[in-house]
C-alpha cells in the first residue's frame, strides 16, 4: 500500500512538471507569433513594416547602401507619431494595389477602424488617426 502511494506521488509531480513545461513553452510560442511583416506595395522601395498585432505599434526597416563596404546595412525607424503602441485589440496590415505607394495600412480588425502608416523624412514611422 504504501508504495502504491509512493508511485502515485511521483506521477502526480511528474505531470504537475509535465503540464508547467508544456504551459511554458506554449506562453513563449504565442508571444513569438505576436508579430506580422509586410513590404511596402512601392515596386522600387524595399522598405518592410513590422507591426505587433495585440496593439498596433508600427516600425519598418529597408536595405541601405553602406557607403565602401561590400555589403549594406539594415535601416530601421522607430514608430512615431500615431505608430506607437495603443489600444490593445487585433490589428493586421493590409497593402493596397498601388505600386507607387510607400505606406500600408493599418487595421484595427475587432473595431473595423484603420489608418494609414508611413516613414515620415527617413527617421521613424508615423500613421494617420483611425477612421471609418
Not at 21 to 32: D, I, K, Y
Not at 37 to 43: E, N, S
Not at 81 to 106: D, K
Amino acid at each position: 500500500m504504501r508504495e502504491t502511494r509512493h508511485f502515485h506521488t511521483r506521477r502526480r509531480a511528474a505531470l504537475t512538471a509535465g503540464a508547467l513545461v508544456f504551459a511554458l513553452s506554449g506562453a513563449s510560442m504565442a508571444a513569438a507569433g505576436n508579430y506580422e511583416f509586410l513590404a511596402a506595395p512601392q515596386t522600387d522601395l524595399n522598405r518592410v513594416f513590422r507591426l505587433d498585432r495585440s496593439n498596433g505599434e508600427v516600425g519598418a526597416c529597408q536595405y541601405g547602401l553602406k557607403e565602401g563596404a561590400a555589403i549594406g546595412v539594415t535601416l530601421c525607424y522607430p514608430p512615431g507619431e500615431g505608430a506607437r503602441a495603443g489600444v490593445f485589440s487585433e490589428y493586421a496590415l493590409v497593402a493596397s494595389r498601388h505600386t507607387g505607394e510607400g505606406g500600408v495600412f493599418r487595421v484595427d480588425l475587432r473595431s473595423g477602424m484603420m489608418s494609414i502608416c508611413f516613414v515620415l523624412n527617413e527617421t521613424s514611422v508615423v500613421c494617420t488617426p483611425p477612421a471609418k
